[in-house]
């Protein structure tokens, strides 16, 4: 579909039915210069084949598959092969499949890339780096890939799921901006 497209540099998939796909390789092939991809709601259950699906797709730092599984894959021959500046792939719901072909699924991409197989490892150490009467900057340790969503809210808020929202992925910092200085505020970290 985007094969060969050398200078597409974005590209959001959200809006994609692709539940009755059973062929996804070389969808990306030879996207040199992509350097984002959202991919969140694709539907691969009946994928088979991802073979090169990613290939040389060098721009990219980083893939998010976590919605992605492959119960009917027979081959993810080289699917990122030539990814050479990847450095996280999250792709947690796959699972090994007897008989399928996983060769050179990794082939070209650098040795420390971190690839979560079945969970990425969590954020530890947060901390309050600066105060004020508007903002408030938090921090954690972690391998900068972490992905979690901070919600924070007034202090009566008491579950997480009412305040707002933030989806944290990639950094290893937040800064609350805008805050009311006569307020007190709870914050939440949830994996």
């Known amino acids: 579909m985007f094969y060969n497209c050398k200078d597409i540099t974005e590209i959001d998939l959200t809006k994609f039915d692709t539940s009755l796909v059973t062929d996804i390789s070389y969808m990306f ?45 027979t081959t993810l021959y080289r699917m990122f092969y030539g990814c050479e500046n990847l450095e996280y792939i999250n792709i947690k719901n796959f699972e090994e499949i007897e008989n399928m072909n996983i060769d050179e ?51 009566n808020l008491i579950n997480p799921e009412n305040g707002e929202k933030i989806n944290v992925i990639n950094r290893t910092s937040y800064t609350f901006t805008n805050l009311d200085s006569n307020q007190i505020y709870n914050i939440y970290i949830y994996i």
Request: hydrophobic share 35%; net charge negative.
């Open 29 to 73: 092939a030879l996207c040199e210069s992509l350097k984002s991809l959202n991919v969140d709601n694709l539907n691969t259950a009946k994928v088979e084949t991802f073979e090169n699906m990613f290939y040389n797709c060098k721009g990219l730092t980083s893939l998010n598959l976590e919605s992605f599984s492959n119960p009917s894959a």
């Open 105 to 155: 699924m990794f082939e070209d991409i650098r040795p420390n890339a971190v690839i979560c197989l079945s969970s990425c490892p969590p954020p530890d150490n947060f901390a309050i780096d600066s105060r004020n009467t508007i903002q408030v900057a938090i921090s954690w340790e972690g391998n900068g890939f972490n992905k979690f969503i901070i919600s924070y809210g007034e202090q």
